[in-house]
T-cell receptor, first 116, second 111 residues
Framework: SAVISQKPSRDICQRGTSLTIQCQVD?????MFWYRQQPGQSLTLIAT?????????ESGFVIDKFPISRPNLTFSTLTVSNMSPEDSSIYLCSVEGTGGDAYEQYFGPGTRLTVT | AQSVTQLGSHVSVSEGALVLLRCNYS??????LFWYVQYPNQGLQLLLKYTSAATLVKGINGFEAEFKKSETSFHLTKPSAHMSDAAEYFCAVSGRGNLIFGKGTKLSVKP
């Protein structure tokens, strides 16, 4: 398994500003994922981030709104740009298991974002 | 395309009673299936997974799930609920390298 940390754990931001969320993993991983969990809802994949290549975004999510960096095999950031109250959500990063744990994902604790 | 349907957004049981959370999946290929639990104000924790080995899968905290291909189901059970089981439970199927989640079932446990 992998241990994942996220910063910040929560934040309250004003509309029109941007917030960068950091995700750190305790081991090297190829694929990292960013999910959004809107209040009372399930998880929706925003994008998949592979080290050394551009992130792949899911339908409904665009790079200008959610730019992602993946500078090395243990770290990634997600920026929520030009925020509106509709961006209030929990943002979670995850990584894929390796070896016998392949296909499952391990999740960070999440970043709880409130936009006012 | 793959999808997951969780029947019942909210399930309430008494402490000591059987827990049954329902999950049905749709997949064009043999699926990998997962149950995750989310405690209040926390991230997701893997409970158990099915990856085409034994159809009855045992997980942490006394939970287990049975893969039934004929019913396209992967229901989660626990013989005796504990107060600490109160949480939200998500069923997921493995897609194109990512997970596709159901809408979640919130489990309440009454004393």
């Amino acid at each position: 398994s992998a241990v994942i940390s996220q910063k910040p754990s929560r934040d309250i931001c004003q509309r029109g500003t941007s917030l960068t969320i950091q995700c750190q993993v305790d081991s090297q991983v190829t694929m990292m994922f960013w999910y959004r969990q809107q209040p009372g809802q399930s998880l929706t994949l925003i994008a998949t981030a592979n080290q050394g290549s551009e992130a792949t975004y899911e339908s409904g999510f665009v790079i200008d709104k959610f730019p992602i960096s993946r500078p090395n095999l243990t770290f990634s950031t997600l920026t929520v740009s030009n925020m509106s109250p509709e961006d209030s959500s929990i943002y979670l990063c995850s990584v894929e298991g390796t070896g016998g744990d392949a296909y499952e994902q391990y999740f960070g604790p999440g970043t709880r974002l409130t936009v006012t | 395309a793959q999808s997951v349907t969780q029947l019942g957004s909210h399930v309430s049981v008494s402490e000591g009673a059987l827990v049954l959370l329902r999950c049905n999946y749709s997949s064009s290929v043999p699926p990998y299936l997962f149950w995750y639990v989310q405690y209040p104000n926390q991230g997701l924790q893997l409970l158990l997974k099915y990856t085409s080995a034994a159809t009855l899968v045992k997980g942490i905290n006394g939970f287990e799930a049975e893969f039934k291909k004929s019913e396209t189901s992967f229901h989660l059970t626990k013989p005796s609920a504990h107060m600490s089981d109160a949480a939200e439970y998500f069923c997921a199927v493995s897609g194109r390298g990512n997970l596709i989640f159901g809408k979640g079932t919130k489990l309440s446990v009454k004393p």
